[in-house]
């Protein structure tokens, strides 16, 4: 008793998965009428069966039209379908007087209904042909003038007709029920693809049982199994967003762990991206003008659940091939990365002890100055600085006493220079002062002399407890006086620095080319 209602239960599944299909095979089948329509009309001259036409043929076609449209993709108009064109096909055996090739026109339009998928319209055109035969050809051999056989033999060719449809309609059923299936596994691929390419990768969990393993669904499978596998082994945060309600479709594992765990269906405003007002809008828009749709490793700021700011790579790529419009976002945090170039930067450029521009970064900044005289005529002044007194409070007091004071001297030389000069550590106790705009030597040395007044103040060394006072000696060099380049400039400023540690001590000297020269 339960036996019907699973079969009808059973039916159901296809059709609503196939509805699809049967659509355009309703619009498909309402061209055959109107077609088969047409071929009644050019009939009806040569046989004198207007009449036949336009009571059976008109009706049949207008009220195929109306289903065909109002109803497509339901199982009454496909039955009607199949029961129309077996009206048709009964019209043209008629019209033809019952010829035996007007009987042909049957097999052609049961193997067009084989587009529907579906044995009930199969079944339906034979049951109406076999109705059409039986009623019809015996009302024949009453004398009303229908016709249906060729002769008068009514009952043996009637039997005569099942049996010979019956292995082709048997053939047919057989056909429409394997098409429904590989249909029904085709719309299962389809929508897969299309979960797929809206970033849900977890939608086969769904699948019947009846089509998990079919070899195209088993293929789209582990296809879908592989991309997830390497979204989930990504190592950078990723995730999926529908961009027309700015929902988070999928995410990986980075991502939950990195960025919070985010639940398929959040809004992309409840995650770490929107922490920062316009951010998600500024990417979209930078994204949508961008020609290939694409954002690669573009850095933003956030703000991080802890409330500190951090520094994160960004790349989205738009996918607007598919329906709803689909960005794939890939966020890594580079704060502590940036951090770290930053301090490898400082280090390659900056002495660790006195935290001054280191003899890497004074070459270039002398380079460029130089290029600048040569160009411009920008004139630049070195001053090469040794200190007094550093050595007896480095070896009576030890190592922490003399880096305390190298770091205090660089502190008075840096407060007591224009921003725009720079002052460099050489190593030791040297130090350089690179003075930007002073083509005077005289000028030049009263700023060595005020450094050096400056430097040898009385100074507290918290590490040895003591005070102590270191002088120094100054030797000055000028672009301009003869130095091709770098080397030249900074022996230059060695040799006035020479020339004043032998008057003494703090004393400021000028390289000059002549006493240079003579020496």
């Known amino acids: 008793m339960n036996l019907f209602p699973r079969w009808l239960e059973h039916e159901a599944r296809f059709d609503v998965l196939l509805r699809t299909y049967r659509e355009r095979a309703d619009h498909i089948m309402i061209g055959m009428n109107a077609f088969l329509l047409a071929v009644c009309v050019a009939l009806a001259p040569w046989y004198g069966t207007w009449l036949a036409v336009l009571t059976v043929g008109v009706p049949t076609l207008i009220l195929a039209f109306i289903l065909g449209t109002r109803y497509a993709g339901t199982l009454i108009t496909r039955l009607y379908m199949a029961a129309a064109f077996m009206v048709f096909t009964g019209l043209i055996i008629h019209q033809s007087e019952g010829m035996t090739e007007a009987h042909f026109a049957a097999f052609g339009l049961i193997g067009i209904l084989l587009y529907y998928r579906d044995w009930r319209t199969i079944a339906m055109a034979t049951l109406v042909i076999y109705l059409h035969h039986l009623i019809l050809g015996y009302t024949q051999t009453l004398g009303v003038p229908v016709y249906v056989f060729d002769g008068p033999e009514f009952w043996t060719l009637f039997w005569v007709h099942v049996a010979y449809f019956l292995p082709f309609i048997a053939m047919m059923i057989y056909l429409s029920i394997w098409l429904r299936r590989e249909a029904y596994q085709d719309q299962h691929v389809i929508e897969m693809a299309q979960d797929i390419m809206q970033g849900d990768l977890i939608s086969d969990q769904q699948l019947p049982d009846d089509v998990r393993d079919a070899p195209l669904i088993q293929a789209v499978v582990q296809m879908k ?97 598919s329906q709803p419009v689909m960005a794939i976002l890939t966020m890594e945090d580079i704060t502590q990365r940036r951090r770290t170039e930053q301090t490898m930067q400082r280090l390659a450029f900056h002495d660790m002890l006195t935290d ?98 400056h430097m040898a103040r009385t100074m507290e060394l918290e590490t040895a407890g003591i005070t102590v006072q270191v002088g120094g000696s100054v030797g000055i060099a000028h672009v301009g006086q003869g130095a091709r380049d770098v080397d030249d400039l900074l022996k230059q400023a060695d040799v006035a620095l020479y020339q004043a540690k032998g008057q003494g001590k703090g004393v400021v000297s000028v390289y000059d080319p002549s006493r240079a020269a003579t020496g």
């Open 225 to 321: 199994n592989r991309l997830l596998d390497l979204l989930r082994v990504m190592p950078v945060p990723a995730a999926v967003i529908r961009l027309d309600n700015e929902t988070v479709v999928n995410t990986n594992e980075a991502w939950s762990t990195n960025m919070g765990l985010t639940a398929p269906g959040a809004s992309v405003r409840d995650t770490l991206i929107c922490s920062v007002p316009g951010t998600w809008e500024e990417l979209v828009a930078e994204l949508q003008s961008s020609p290939d749709r694409v954002l690669d490793k573009k850095e933003i700021s956030l703000r991080l659940p802890n409330g500190q700011e951090g520094l994160f790579e960004v790349s989205v790529v738009l996918h607007e091939e």
């Open 356 to 453: 001054l521009p280191n003899r890497t970064r004074l070459l270039q900044v002398l380079e460029q100055g130089l290029r600048a005289w040569e160009r411009d005529g920008q004139p630049l002044a070195v001053l090469l600085m040794d200190l007094d007194g550093f050595k007896p409070v480095n070896d009576t007091h030890g190592h922490d006493a003399g880096d305390e004071v190298l770091r205090v001297v660089a502190q008075r030389l840096r407060h007591a220079v224009q921003a725009d000069d720079l002052v460099a550590r050489l190593g030791g106790d040297e130090f350089v002062v690179v003075l930007q705009g002073y083509g005077n030597g005289e000028a030049a040395r009263e700023v060595g002399q005020w450094l050096l007044e």
